[in-house]
């Protein structure tokens, strides 16, 4: 971690000649690109370290090519010799996501909505001219195997851990049917691939586009879908429908050819079950596979959309085997089994977090059913042995940054996580009164207290509980 920031800072310096006041690691999501906000005594920086050198490549292509075209996307400055990291501008700190977030479902957020969808359209009309498609990662195409692939993805990573008998011929040749019928969509130009809110970048209420590398040659419906659909975002239908009208309006602006709203919005119902499913697949992928919680709690609401999807809408397909398998992984017996138990106003479960010295010896436990977990965080590095974080603690962004930048605490803190999670659920499911939890580290300031915060956080969000949080050395900390 550390060579990769060094690297980051020599770009940097190279570049712009400035030195760097702070380096921030920012949330990861979906992807294994790690992204850092470069802060200087003027302005912000956005710096992306990845691998992926194809992808690294694609992205600034693409960039490069957008931005020409007027589209708004952030100028890429430079990108290294082994082109494993680029330094981009700056276009927010905040997400169409965060926003909703912050909002609901107002006016002000609607009308966020109407700027995407209207520079969505340029950039999947206007940024087709001229693109050479031989930039893409994978196919040039979003055609008839790319369609099938996505299904098989869902088949794979989500549709066969739930053991569900099915005839897999029969689901197949449905598969080729949805595959054919789509792939025969009329307008075909750039296709985002990954349209959605998290990747729709806000700064003075006007947004820009981030994440669009994955993109290649497709069908308008299916960006539109992907944004409409998401399922963390939960639109209503009456946005959806007004939303959707809107965008084919500001296509059809754009064309010379006259659209049929009949079939696009026909064809469109097909990519919203593409997607619906094609997201299932990538929440199975990263949550059953990968143990990534964040992506585990998400499955719900992706099967709520899919649930209203095959009780609403129509495609018109003869598909037997594949229609009574959604039927089936959407009933409430499966959505529940995803559905994390949560607390209410009459549970009686109180979890207690303490952060405390190892000089000073772990706290007591003064419930008469006593117990609980001890972790030990002294095989995390210190960031108390550094002066720049001896005056801070574990509730200062600074050593947050260290130890998420420094040290193993994420994958240390997802072990612990999936521990307590299955006593938490227990005991809510047994109307247990306490848990103790209690992280440890030398001098209880930093490491210990770091955990702490993150894991009371995380059991509020995911179980809603009651969590009384102590860092029980605190007078003691250094300042």
Not at 20 to 31: H, K, W, Y
Not at 39 to 55: C, G, K, P, Q, R
Not at 437 to 442: A, E, L, V
Request: hydrophobic share 35%; with cysteine.
């Amino acid at each position: 971690m550390e060579l990769m920031t060094a690297a980051i800072e020599q770009l940097f310096t190279y570049y712009k000649h400035q030195p760097i006041t702070r380096l921030e690691l920012l949330p990861q999501s979906g992807s294994d690109r790690q992204y850092y906000r470069i802060y200087t005594e003027e302005a912000s920086f956005i710096a992306t370290y990845n691998l992926n050198i194809a992808e690294n490549n694609a992205f600034v292509q693409f960039t490069n090519h957008f931005k020409a075209a007027g589209l708004p996307v952030p100028t890429v400055f430079c990108i290294n010799k082994e082109q494993t990291i680029y330094i981009q501008e700056d276009r927010g700190r905040e997400s169409l996501l965060d926003k909703i977030e912050q909002h609901g479902k107002d006016d002000y957020v609607y009308e966020l909505y109407k700027k995407s969808l209207h520079q969505l359209a340029r950039i999947q009309i206007l940024g087709d001219k001229g693109f050479d498609y031989n930039w893409c990662l994978t196919a040039k195409a979003f055609g008839k195997q790319a369609i099938i692939s996505d299904l098989l993805y869902f088949k794979y990573y989500f549709l066969d851990t739930l053991r569900i008998p099915y005839d897999k011929q029969g689901l197949l040749d449905d598969f080729e049917t949805l595959g054919t019928y789509l792939s025969q969509t009329g307008q075909q130009y750039f296709m985002f691939r990954d349209f959605q809110s998290r990747n729709i970048l806000v700064e003075k209420d006007e947004v820009s586009f981030i994440d669009y590398q994955g993109g290649m040659k497709g069908a308008l419906q299916y960006d539109v879908a992907s944004l409409l659909w998401q399922a963390k975002a939960e639109l209503n239908e009456t946005w959806k429908d007004n939303l959707l009208d809107y965008y084919i309006t500001e296509v059809q602006s754009l064309l010379d050819i006259e659209i049929d709203k009949a079939e696009f919005i026909n064809q469109y119902n097909g990519y919203v079950l593409i997607r619906l499913l094609q997201v299932l697949g990538a929440y199975g992928f990263r949550g059953l596979f990968e143990r990534k919680a964040h992506f585990l709690t998400s499955i719900p609401l992706a099967l709520k959309n899919v649930q209203f999807f095959v009780a609403n809408k129509q495609i018109g397909l003869d598909m037997p085997v594949f229609s009574g398998l959604l039927k089936q992984i959407t009933n409430e017996e499966i959505i529940k089994r995803f559905t994390p138990i949560q607390a209410n106003e009459n549970t009686p479960l109180v979890i207690v977090i303490n952060s405390f010295s190892y000089r000073k010896g772990i706290p007591a436990c003064d419930n008469e059913s006593g117990g609980g977990y001890v972790f030990d965080m002294r095989g995390i590095l210190n960031p108390g042995r550094f002066d720049d974080y001896k005056k801070l603690s574990g509730k200062d962004k600074p050593v947050q940054d260290f130890l998420e930048q420094r040290t193993k605490m994420n994958t240390f803190l997802n072990s612990v996580w999936d521990l307590i999670d299955i006593s938490v659920e227990n005991y809510l499911e047994r109307d247990f009164e306490h848990l103790s939890i209690n992280f440890g580290c030398t001098g209880g300031q930093h490491r210990s207290v770091y955990a702490s915060e993150q894991t009371a956080r995380h059991l509020r969000n995911k179980y809603k509980v009651k969590v009384i949080l102590t860092h029980t050395n605190e007078e003691n900390w250094v300042r």
